[in-house]
């Protein structure tokens, strides 16, 4: 059988799902173009979806012909259509498509989603067993490290935004490029230890009624504005994604550090108004002493 796996909407976990469905003896397939070609080729056919809604169809169209495609479950917004139902809501869209299926991303679900895969692929339960057991040490959430809160020479901002647009080196290329030109050292939320994140999250209002997106970047912003080396936020919302852009500006209200709430777009390189936040958040950092990079305010 012919399986198409998609490493995008920021994965974290490709590694686990490729060498469990090697081990299952199914033939792996990756997208054949350039991510910037597979974006044109998304951004074609759904003009009007978000930018990792697009970069995503144009990897599964790129796939070719396959039996199945898998390709990662993003933890939804509020009113997020398509984080909370995107293989539907693509088979919906467009015709043609092979059968689709999300996986979770990490945590406890990712076994039970990969035994009951493994039974549906190759009806040997003995098989699907001994596949998990190799492939158990991929499972294992990665080391927890809290990213360098400051450099020398550069003012500090959190960038805080989905994974599935700043977990992915092609959709944030350019604001990152934008950021390192301004002199800003940037810390980005899907670089944050998950537990850290988790438990700034239980601080939320009706956190365990909140949607797991939701959750992610409200932990995240208070995880990093704790930190007295962080001067501003920066909030990065997909173009053309109602649902985060309403998410960010809700949270650019509740954050006490200066923020700025942008859309980014694949290939885009300008954001003037990063300048003008610049020059706000700088003004008096330098006669200030860098705090410690885990220290908080």
């Given at each position: 059988m012919?399986?198409?796996?998609?490493?995008?909407?920021?994965?974290?976990?490709?590694?686990?799902?490729?060498?469990?469905?090697?081990?299952?003896?199914?033939?792996?397939?990756?997208?054949?173009?350039?991510?910037?070609?597979?974006?044109?080729?998304?951004?074609?056919?759904?003009?009007?979806?978000?930018?990792?809604?697009?970069?995503?169809?144009?990897?599964?169209?790129?796939?070719?012909?396959?039996?199945?495609?898998?390709?990662?479950?993003?933890?939804?917004?509020r009113?997020?259509?398509?984080?909370e139902?995107?293989?539907?809501?693509?088979?919906?869209?467009?015709?043609?498509?092979?059968?689709?299926?999300?996986?979770p991303?990490?945590g406890?679900?990712?076994?039970?989603?990969?035994?009951?895969?493994?039974?549906?692929?190759?009806r040997?339960?003995?098989?699907?067993?001994?596949?998990?057991?190799?492939?158990?040490?991929?499972?294992?959430?990665p080391?927890?490290?809290?990213?360098?809160?400051?450099?020398?020479?550069?003012?500090t901002?959190?960038?805080?935004?989905?994974?599935?647009?700043?977990?992915?080196?092609?959709?944030s290329?350019?604001?990152?490029?934008?950021?390192?030109?301004?002199?800003?050292?940037p810390?980005?939320?899907?670089d944050?230890?998950?537990?850290?994140?988790?438990?700034?999250?239980?601080?939320?209002?009706?956190?365990?009624?909140?949607?797991a997106?939701?959750?992610?970047?409200?932990?995240?912003?208070?995880?990093?504005?704790?930190?007295?080396?962080?001067?501003?936020?920066?909030?990065?919302?997909?173009?053309?994604?109602?649902?985060?852009?309403?998410?960010?500006?809700?949270?650019?209200?509740?954050?006490?550090?200066?923020?700025?709430?942008?859309?980014?777009?694949?290939?885009?390189?300008?954001?003037?108004?990063?300048?003008?936040?610049?020059?706000?958040?700088?003004?008096?950092?330098?006669?200030?002493?860098?705090?410690?990079?885990?220290?908080?305010?």
């Amino acid at each position: 059988m012919k399986v198409g796996l998609l490493e995008t909407l920021g994965a974290r976990y490709g590694r686990y799902w490729s060498a469990f469905l090697k081990e299952l003896g199914a033939e792996v397939v990756t997208p054949a173009l350039s991510p910037a070609e597979a974006f044109a080729l998304g951004r074609e056919s759904l003009a009007d979806a978000p930018v990792q809604v697009q970069l995503a169809l144009g990897r599964l169209l790129a796939l070719g012909r396959v039996d199945l495609a898998l390709l990662p479950q993003t933890p939804p917004l509020r009113g997020d259509a398509w984080g909370e139902a995107l293989p539907d809501l693509l088979a919906r869209r467009l015709s043609g498509l092979p059968p689709l299926q999300a996986l979770p991303d990490g945590g406890p679900e990712m076994v039970a989603v990969a035994t009951d895969l493994g039974q549906r692929l190759t009806r040997n339960p003995g098989r699907v067993r001994l596949a998990l057991e190799r492939v158990k040490p991929l499972a294992a959430p990665p080391r927890e490290e809290m990213p360098p809160l400051s450099r020398a020479s550069q003012v500090t901002v959190a960038v805080i935004g989905p994974r599935a647009l700043l977990g992915d080196l092609f959709l944030s290329a350019g604001l990152r490029a934008a950021l390192a030109e301004l002199g800003l050292h940037p810390v980005f939320s899907p670089d944050l230890p998950p537990s850290q994140v988790a438990a700034r999250a239980e601080r939320m209002e009706r956190a365990a009624a909140a949607p797991a997106g939701e959750r992610e970047l409200y932990g995240s912003l208070k995880l990093l504005e704790g930190k007295s080396a962080v001067r501003g936020v920066v909030l990065a919302s997909p173009a053309r994604d109602g649902a985060a852009k309403t998410a960010l500006e809700r949270l650019a209200g509740q954050t006490h550090k200066p923020a700025l709430v942008v859309d980014v777009d694949a290939g885009q390189t300008e954001w003037p108004e990063l300048e003008a936040f610049r020059d706000r958040i700088t003004v008096g950092a330098a006669a200030r002493p860098a705090a410690p990079s885990g220290e908080d305010a």
